[in-house]
């Protein structure tokens, strides 16, 4: 009960990440077509899900002030979804059609995080949590993903009016990058000048 109470409190959305590069070399497995290489993969991969998102929620609820849930690698919640939900396509396109129910639930999951992250991120601003510019990237890459698995699971499922739903997604992710990108340029000229020696006074 230790240790599981230790890895609770230290659990945070960067701990995701194991799942998304599972849930890759899911991808790059089907794109292969070693498609039970791939559901290895995937069956991994949404297992290491499963049990970081349980710690997540489980520090969430016993300790809900915790400064690392408002990070923005919390994010990651629902690009390891999204990923999870790409990879069950790949699978599908690579013949073994009964994944699509599973894919349909990993999209339904990654959509319903999206409110909450919204939540997340409004009480990270009204608590005046300051985040370096870089460390914002963590939210980009969920938000394309979205829309890239939104698009990929309209094609599998026949459901066009999600492909609007991916588009919408996609100018909000191309918008983040650019406003993340643009931050964390002006933080590195920031650091520059502030490193760079002044001249001799006289």
């Known amino acids: 009960m230790h240790i ?10 960067g701990w995701e990440l194991a799942s998304v590069a599972t849930s890759g070399l899911a991808i790059v497995s089907a ?23 349980g710690l997540i929620i489980w520090r969430a609820v016993h300790d809900p002030a915790a400064p690392e849930l408002l990070q923005p690698d919390i994010w990651i919640l629902m690009g390891g979804a999204a990923i999870a939900t ?3 396509d790949n699978i599908h396109k ?16 990654a959509t319903v995080w999206i409110p909450p992250l ?10 005046r949590r300051d985040f370096p510019p870089g460390s914002w990237w963590a939210a980009v890459f969920p938000l394309g993903m979205y829309s890239a ?13 999600l492909t609007m739903v991916s588009l919408v ?13 643009i931050g964390s340029l002006v933080e590195f000229r920031r650091s520059r000048a502030a490193d760079t020696p002044s001249g001799p006074t006289t």
Do not use: N
Not at 4 to 13: E, I, V, Y
Not at 118 to 127: E, L, S
Not at 149 to 157: L, S
Not at 169 to 181: G, K, M, R
């Open 118 to 127: 919204i939540y997340v991120t409004v009480q990270r601003f009204r608590r």
């Open 31 to 53: 794109d292969l077509k070693i498609v039970f290489l791939a559901m290895l993969f995937w069956t991994i991969a949404i297992g290491v899900y499963l049990v970081m998102t």
């Open 149 to 161: 698995a939104t698009y990929a699971t309209a094609v599998e499922t026949g459901w066009c009016w």
């Open 169 to 181: 997604f996609f100018w909000i992710a191309f918008a983040a990058w650019v406003i993340v990108a």
């Open 4 to 13: 599981r109470g230790g890895l609770r409190d230290r659990a945070h959305g």
């Open 86 to 88: 790409l990879a069950g």
């Open 94 to 109: 690579a013949g073994l059609e009964s994944v699509r129910p599973v894919t349909v639930v990993t999209w339904i999951v």
